[in-house]
């Protein structure tokens, strides 16, 4: 609590003048008539609310008067006008973020205030982050074992295969997921102070689906099965040559999965499926494979932040999505769902211990 009437006569008879003074910084006046207001005997929260601005900024501001006067309320941080941080505190606070990557802000105003006694307010720590060059970014997720050269020679030979289709040859991506009967909590913007939850549910019915979409048209082949197998690989393809019937070659890209390459898989393809062809994407890289991204938008419409009472439910809201939605709004997901393939490798990113 900031106990009113602090200011003496000609300090608040300065900062009302500088208030209404039109020619002053707009952001130097503001501050000056919070403070003024502060005197009056106004709460920090009230004033925030009267700036819209939080109350963090407002103790900010105050402390900053307290410390420094009237030349305090013309600092801005990094690119103010009377900069907090010296060009030698910048040099050393942008190398310890670079080194030591902190996970959230309240890591970052700790160490700025242990070290050279400065205090921040969360709005003020993130502008001050983007004004070094620095962003908020989740790490991906990259295998130990990526091959660069079998990405590279994957990417060329798909590319030949599309250079040399027939009009009557097929491309399909083909995978299997199993999303479990669970909400995934998602952000979302709300009202502020505004709690949100979601209801969760206590099953743990799980629903495996083997399916194949085709990224020219959007159109998919999905089955659900018991188990996801050779047999289920076997009923996928089936599914496939009765809706490509007229089909010359059928090109089927699909993972490194044992059932893939079952001896009963192979026997089926010899004796039902010679117009079938399958190519195998290198060992660990989702990222050549499409129909993973499939799966991804599958799960932003149905399972984040949605709570189904039934297992039942649930498979109906998948398999509805996958085997409708997904064909009927192809122009909405076709630019989310591509074969815009790129080479990864562990030297392009940073990795992280």
Known sequence: MIRPGFLSVTERQSLIKLARDGLEEHR????ANAIVLLDDGWSCEDVSAAFLVDDDTIRDWFKSFETSGREGLSTFGYEGSACRLSTEQQVEFKAWLTDSLPRTTNII?????????????????????????????KPEVISRKLDETKQGDFIKDYEDVLNNLD??????????????????????????NTPVAVEQTSGRQRVNIHGAINLETGQTQMIE??????????????????????????????????????????????????NII????????????????????????????????????????????L?????????????????????????DFRVLA
């Not at 097929?170 to 952000?187: C, I, K, M």
């Not at 630019?335 to 562990?346: A, E, G, K, L, Q």
Request: glycine share 6%; charged share 20%.
């Open 225 to 274: 099965a018991p188990t996801v197998n050779a047999l289920s690989t076997i009923s996928l393809l089936q599914m496939i040559l009765s809706v490509y019937s007229a089909a010359r070659l059928i090109h089927i890209y699909l993972d490194n999965a044992r059932y893939h390459h079952a001896v009963l898989v192979q026997e089926w393809l010899k004796h039902s499926g010679q």
């Open 278 to 321: 399958l190519h195998f994407i290198p060992p660990y890289c989702p990222h050549l494979n499409p129909i993973e991204r499939t799966w991804g938008v599958m799960h932003e419409n149905t399972t984040h932040n949605k709570s189904y009472e039934t297992a039942s439910d649930f498979k109906t809201a998948i398999t509805t999505f």
């Open 109 to 137: 105003g700790a160490w700025l205030e242990e070290r050279y006694g400065l205090s921040y307010s969360r709005s003020g720590l993130g502008v001050l982050m983007h004004r070094f060059g620095f962003e908020y970014r």
């Open 167 to 192: 009009a009557k040859d097929v491309v399909l991506f083909a995978d299997a997921v199993h999303p479990t009967h669970q909400v995934r909590p998602a952000g979302v913007w709300v009202p502020k």
């Open 28 to 31: 130097i006046a503001r501050r």
């Open 323 to 347: 085997t409708e939605t997904v064909p009927k709004g192809w122009d909405q997901f076709r630019d989310r769902i591509t074969d815009n393939f790129r080479v990864i490798s562990p030297k």
